[in-house]
């Protein structure tokens, strides 16, 4: 082992953290002696943010290719050089996504040095380094550490990293800055005793304004929304709406509000009661129902406000609960003096980049410069140029956005025009920032060992596509959304956007297709005000196609004054389903060879995983027909609860569910009729007992969606009961897809 960085570094970072990266060191050889269990380890190693990896679609490394984790995971049958000679992943803590100059030169030694070449802006204001060899963390780490970055809790069952508005500060419409509140609470909650005890991950966010979507306050377990008002000495007062339980996931929920004042001097003592409720009241043994807005709505919000309360009463009063209050004035300071901009006429390309990627500061003089990152991604050179830029222009007024960009603040608006020379210079300079050609995704089949479907590729194809007419397009279409996830856990927050793709799979004769749900309905704006329903699965080579035929009805049909949420729910989504249905037929491999291929990948979808099973007989067929009645089933339960029928949606939600249950019966019995309670009964003992229904990573959550609701009155069903309730049946469905495709492969093409 390499000492020479720990030599180098000793009294560089805080002497917490450089104590918990040698013990970290020391875990770490214990293992690699077979003297520490691999659960604890496991868990060790994420709260370090150290990650496992998906390495084997042959993109992006070239080492072999004969494990699916990076990290080691149990499986030490192959001998620990194999297993340890995988690369992974590491996350980094970058809170609010503030970065200094000196911390991009350290990112873009460590990505040079250990990584790819590649950081990677995550959707959380992260920075992720790919395919890094797990030896050489506990260096990475102490290289970070330096220069005041943190991978402690970047993963694992903790705080996850506090998001803030990349623009708090300098925003026209903030009540007030918010960062000096994030960074109160992130450091107030780095390794804090309660919060080491989560059944799973906890998000929190921060926003100055309730209209914006910065923050996307309402789809976290706690958001803070900014907020004033007059004390009782008549002086402004500040506090937050305080939200919680709100998630995405596979079933989204959104946050409730639990109070809608909160003075500064409560935030911390406040949260801290939550986070305790949420460790010792949460799930821990099934990881599927163990978030905080499961055990929200098990205990009923009520009942789960005054657990709060009470436990805060509970607490011990700290000094850190108010300590830092004195310290809130603004996060950062302009390194130059304001100036007027001076365009030179005639500059196409600059007036496009300028139009969508230059935003003036609430300050007089100054801007917030978009810095447009393609896929999130940027390569150490322009790590260093912009530091570069950083020093000379701003300062460290540097933040990273939850869209997968890099925002420069405090730029003088006579220095624009150099500004974007240089980021021109080092091939940082597209327009289109926070417009429908800034599609954001996931990393999908790439690197995540959950992904379906090739997010990244079908975002990198639909950002080119939209980029080559960009100026072309209706102003109104030019602002929307379209966010990607390579599989139903959201990392892409499809479901916060105007155009949502969630990626599955299907299969036809024997072969898997690559495939994306169509998500409509969701909302950005207002911190993510509003939730997406599925309308139908498309194949991956198709998507652009959907895009094109709804962003030009849009352009075509919509009124003055509309959204295109209103525009949606006028035209209504079954004419849109309709106007989509020819897209989702897949004619056979033979005729359209190319729908069997994922974006970005030259093989043919699956090889290596599934292999190919011969023609479906007709058991097959049968079995393929009713998921697709359960799948129609759903999408009428979700047009009726946008037509405000929660009852009719609620009951069409476990129709759904039912039609799916009974298509997989059938599968092995045509012995079964229409009863609820014998179809239940089936499924159990031929699917949920036998564990063919498990998926390996989700195991059997979905089938518990399907016995939970059918022991529910629907009759009594709210809007967000039956709005689950529709979100679950398609997963359901999604889920018995995907068993119906595995036991056709393994059984040579038939599941009977």
């Not at 608006?413 to 599609?439: F, K, Q, S, W």
């Not at 060992?449 to 279409?477: F, P, Y």
């Not at 499924?683 to 998926?695: E, G, K, S, V, W």
Request: charged share 25%; hydrophobic share 40%.
């Amino acid at each position: 082992m390499d000492v020479r960085w720990r030599d180098r570094l000793e009294g560089k970072a805080t002497p917490e953290l450089e104590h918990e990266i040698d013990v970290f060191e020391t875990q770490l050889r214990l293992r690699k002696e077979g003297k520490i269990e691999d659960k604890l380890f496991a868990e060790t190693r994420l709260r370090r943010g150290a990650y496992g990896q998906r390495y084997d679609n042959g993109k992006r490394w070239d080492g072999e290719k004969d494990q699916t984790l990076a990290f080691p995971c149990g499986d030490l049958t192959k001998g620990p050089e194999t297993v340890w000679d995988a690369p992974g992943m590491v996350r980094l803590k970058i809170p609010f996504g503030a970065l200094t100059a000196d911390q991009l030169d350290v990112l873009a030694d460590c990505a040079e040095e250990y990584s790819d070449e590649i950081l990677h802006v995550t959707t959380r204001q992260d920075i992720q380094l790919h395919f890094i060899h797990i030896d050489d963390t506990p260096d990475l780490f102490r290289r970070l550490a330096a220069v005041g970055i943190t991978t402690r809790e970047a993963c694992g069952n903790s705080v996850r990293n506090v998001t803030g508005c990349p623009i708090a500060g300098v925003c026209k419409t903030e009540a007030f800055d918010v960062s000096p509140y994030a960074a109160a609470l992130t450091h107030y909650f780095l390794g804090h005793p309660d919060t080491q005890d989560f059944g799973r991950k906890f998000k929190i966010a921060f926003s100055g304004c309730a209209t914006e979507a910065c923050g996307l306050a309402l789809m976290h377990d706690i958001g803070l929304v900014a907020v004033t008002r007059a004390g009782d000495d008549g002086l402004e007062q500040r506090g937050f709406e305080f939200y919680v339980g709100g998630g995405l996931g596979a079933v989204p929920h959104q946050a409730l509000l639990l109070d809608g004042f909160v003075p500064e001097a409560e935030l911390l003592p406040l949260s801290q009661a939550v986070c305790r409720v949420f460790a010792r009241h949460g799930e821990k043994a099934n990881r599927a129902r163990a978030r905080l807005k499961f055990l929200v709505k098990k205990l009923g919000f009520d009942e789960f406000r005054r657990m709060v309360l009470e436990e805060k009463a509970k607490i011990p009063v700290e000094e850190r609960w108010t300590s830092w209050i004195p310290d809130v004035a603004a996060h950062d300071r302009p390194k130059k003096p304001p100036s007027a901009l001076i365009r030179k006429a005639g500059d196409a390309a600059f007036d496009a980049w300028f139009a969508t990627n230059v935003h003036a500061q609430r300050q007089a003089g100054y801007s917030v410069v978009s810095v447009t990152m393609p896929l999130g991604d940027f390569t150490p050179d322009q790590s260093r140029g912009l530091a570069d830029i950083a020093r000379e222009f701003t300062g460290d007024a540097i933040r990273l956005t939850v869209e997968q960009n890099l925002v420069l603040r405090w730029v003088p608006d006579g220095d624009v025009p150099a500004i974007y020379r240089r980021l021109v210079a080092l091939g940082l300079g597209e327009a289109g920032a926070e417009t429908i050609v800034d599609v954001t995704s996931c990393p999908g089949t790439d690197t995540c060992k959950l992904g379906i479907s090739a997010s990244r590729g079908l975002a990198g194809e639909l950002r080119t596509r939209l980029a080559a007419r960009s100026a072309g397009h209706d102003a109104a279409v030019g602002s929307l959304r379209i966010k990607v996830s390579g599989c139903f856990n959201s990392c892409g927050q499809h479901h916060v956007a105007d155009l949502g793709f969630l990626g599955v799979q299907r299969n036809v004769d024997g072969r898997r297709v690559p495939h994306f749900q169509v998500v409509l309905g969701g909302q950005w704006r207002e911190n993510a005000g509003q939730f997406g329903l599925a309308i139908g699965a498309v194949p991956s080579k198709r998507i652009p196609e959907v895009v094109d035929r709804i962003t030009e009805r849009y352009a075509n049909e919509r009124t003055a004054g509309d959204t295109f949420q209103t525009f949606i729910k006028r035209v209504g989504k079954s004419k849109i389903r309709d106007m989509l249905s020819d897209l989702m037929d897949v004619p056979s491999y033979e005729l359209a060879r190319e729908l069997y291929h994922d974006w970005a990948d030259p093989r043919e979808y699956g090889i290596g995983d599934i292999g190919v099973g011969e023609c479906a007989g007709e058991i097959v067929s049968v079995a393929k027909f009713g998921l697709s009645d359960g799948e129609r089933v759903a999408f009428e339960a979700s047009e009726k609860l946008e037509n405000g029928d929660v009852v009719g949606a609620a009951q069409g939600a476990f129709a759904a569910m039912l039609l799916a249950a009974k298509a997989l019966v059938r599968a092995q019995t045509f012995d079964i009729g229409d009863d609820p309670a014998k179809i239940i009964a089936e499924f159990r003992a031929r699917y949920y007992d036998t564990q063919l229904f498990f998926d390996k990573y989700a195991g059997g959550k979905f089938a518990h969606y399907f016995f939970r609701l059918a022991e529910r009155d629907l009759s009594l069903a709210t809007a967000q009961d039956a709005h689950h309730w529709v979100e679950e049946a398609q997963l359901f469905i999604e889920a018995a897809y995907a068993c119906e495709a595995r036991l056709n492969q393994s059984q040579g093409g038939t599941a009977a």
